[in-house]
């Protein structure tokens, strides 16, 4: 070969690797978000939604806005095509809300009212709720599959935020005329249960159930709904409980519906940059944070099958308005902002999740596959001190902020600290854990071993649950089975389809116990140990003194960046020679 075709050739291999070199990371492909983690109205700020991994996000369609005038007006601006243009692109599902009853179509109260004609047959004109489902289906059916009936039904009248001034009765009348017709238009549209709030009415979604499997026709027709919502707020360990108590109620009465937590959050009251005075529910910015990745983390191990922040963004929000917002008003963003980022990329592609709650802390165990997440925090205002069984040599030990350190295995062991809760609520005390640790694994499907020596008297876990849950690809997920206490299973067992068959023969005289323990009594092994530290100060996990090589490249670009770095020299190298000899010549 002549010298000038080797030239050229080195000079294109040389070429070719400075390229891989630049363009090779950035042409990486992320994968697409899991779709059981949302964000109501996402819409506000595409580009953080994006950088959030939101999957879904709730959009509400206000009957009185789309339809202000009567039957024959229709408002389409109140929900931009480009709000569903955009969700698509960026690969997220759309769930719509449907409430809020114009003036002109009820008798009742405006927004709240029980609509005209709601007892007339489904195909008549002064059905005026029918008519109004079946033209919003006929829109937008096309981009959206999900419709949620309304809004937290179970809150009373005369009560602040009541929506719905109906009885249980005539929301069954609302849901079930809605399911007729939207299923008309697209037979394979899913109707889901408004949200319940649970404490608003603890015997409500009893009551509704009761009126669903007492219609003959219900069975025929799924019982006119394919997904139960509830909305859980401020308690992290009410989030099991409130999910565990909506599935018994379904279950009384025959029924196997998937769970969805549309909304879960804790607002902060001592945000510097927004503040808020209310008479109780003290939450810190830091307690935001530990909150979502708490509830979601809990919602997970319970069999929620989709699990959404409320919101994204405050928009709109007047001075000393409730600060739910990831992102505040001006765009900047609250530390929870970082922590939903963490669920989206620590908590996607779990297989099955497992809730061990001890007397002082808590962990939730994400089998993932490929690799094993375990979130942990204390319960109460005492420093804990751990000791966790390893899955691997060494760990990757992320705190709430996104802060990441190596953590080496020890004896089978890695030992941390973990701070105490806040618990400053004067009214509840410990209503969220204390900051909140990631330890992430490359491992998974494995269960971790029984700790060794012997727990504190006060150490027994009173609550060990593992819910096998469906990864999500182009399918949604489904997370529908009951938590039991059982010995961690190595192959969890799947769980159903999306839609699953209910029950044949309900029984509408069931009922579950109407106050049961929020702590469930069932016990197992620890497999982990904890002893309260004596050290008052909240100490973080002291970090090892070797450098986490996942903070110097990621996993999935280490290999590609070594070998075009190596091609690179190499051919710098050549070029070199070859001009030497070049030189010498």
């Not at 069984?389 to 941390?416: H, W």
């Not at 997370?479 to 190595?490: C, F, L, R, V």
């Not at 579950?512 to 002893?531: K, N």
Request: hydrophobic content about 40%.
């Amino acid at each position: 070969m002549s010298r000038s075709r080797v030239s050229r050739l080195v000079l294109a291999l040389f070429v070719i690797g400075q390229s891989l070199l630049f363009v090779g990371p950035a042409a990486a492909q992320e994968p697409p978000p899991d779709v059981r983690f949302g964000a109501v109205e996402a819409f506000w700020d595409s580009a953080a939604a994006v950088e959030a991994g939101v999957g879904w996000e709730r959009i509400l369609f206000y009957w009185s806005e789309l339809q202000p005038n009567g039957p024959e007006d229709w408002n389409g601006y109140h929900v931009p095509d480009d709000w569903l243009s955009l969700a698509a692109q960026q690969g997220r599902e759309v769930i719509g809300l449907i409430k809020h009853t114009p003036a002109w179509a009820t008798e009742g109260p405006p927004g709240c009212g029980v609509p005209k004609g709601l007892d007339l047959p489904i195909d008549d004109p002064g059905n005026l709720w029918a008519t109004f489902v079946r033209r919003v289906v006929e829109i937008y059916g096309d981009r959206i599959n999900r419709w949620v009936i309304w809004n937290e039904p179970d809150i009373e009248l005369e009560t602040y935020g009541n929506e719905w001034c109906g009885s249980s009765e005539q929301y069954y009348r609302l849901l079930k005329v809605a399911y007729l017709v939207a299923h008309e238009v697209d037979p394979d549209v899913q109707i889901h249960l408004a949200g319940i709030t649970f404490w608003h009415n603890r015997d409500y979604l009893d009551q509704f159930l009761d009126h669903v499997v007492q219609d003959p026709t219900a069975p025929t027709h799924g019982y006119y709904f394919d997904a139960a919502t509830v909305h859980i707020y401020f308690q992290t360990e009410s989030v099991p409980y409130v999910i565990n108590e909506a599935r018994a109620a379904l279950r009384a009465h025959g029924l196997e519906k998937p769970i969805w937590v549309n909304e879960t959050n804790a607002s902060p009251d001592s945000d510097p940059q927004w503040p808020l005075v209310r008479p109780r529910w003290r939450v810190s910015l830091e307690e935001q944070s530990s909150f979502l990745l708490q509830s979601f983390a809990l919602a997970l191990s319970a069999g929620a099958q989709r699990i959404a922040v409320y919101k994204l963004k405050d928009v709109g929000l007047p001075p000393g308005g409730e600060p739910f917002g990831l992102i505040r008003p001006d765009g900047s963003r609250r530390p929870a902002f970082e922590a939903y980022k963490l669920i989206t990329r620590y908590y996607a592609g779990t297989i099955s999740a497992r809730e061990e709650r001890h007397a002082l802390h808590e962990v939730v165990t994400l089998n993932r596959g490929e690799a094993t997440t375990r979130v942990l925090w204390a319960r109460r205002d005492t420093d804990v001190s751990v000791a966790v069984p390893a899955l691997a040599p060494e760990a990757r030990l992320i705190d709430q902020t996104g802060v990441e350190q190596r953590l080496v295995a020890q004896d089978g062991m890695y030992a941390l600290t973990l701070p105490a809760a806040r618990c400053a609520d004067e009214h509840a005390g410990c209503i969220i854990g204390g900051p909140t640790y990631l330890l992430v694994e490359g491992v998974g499907g494995t269960a971790p071993p029984v700790a060794t020596g012997v727990p504190e008297p006060t150490d027994a876990p009173v609550v060990t649950a593992t819910v096998a849950v469906t990864p999500t690809a182009a399918v949604t997920p489904t997370a529908g089975a009951t938590p039991e206490p059982t010995t961690p299973s190595a192959t969890p067992t799947p769980l159903p389809t999306e839609t699953p068959t209910p029950t044949a023969t309900p029984t509408a005289t069931a009922t579950p116990t109407p106050t049961p323990s929020p702590m469930p009594t069932a016990t197992q092994t620890s497999s982990l140990s904890e002893t309260p530290s004596s050290t008052p100060t909240p100490v973080p996990p002291t970090p090892t003194a070797t450098e986490s090589p996942f903070t110097v490249l990621s996993p999935g670009l280490s290999m590609p960046f070594a070998l075009v770095v190596l091609v690179s020299l190499l051919a710098l190298a050549i070029v070199g020679v070859w001009f030497g000899g070049l030189r010498r010549r």
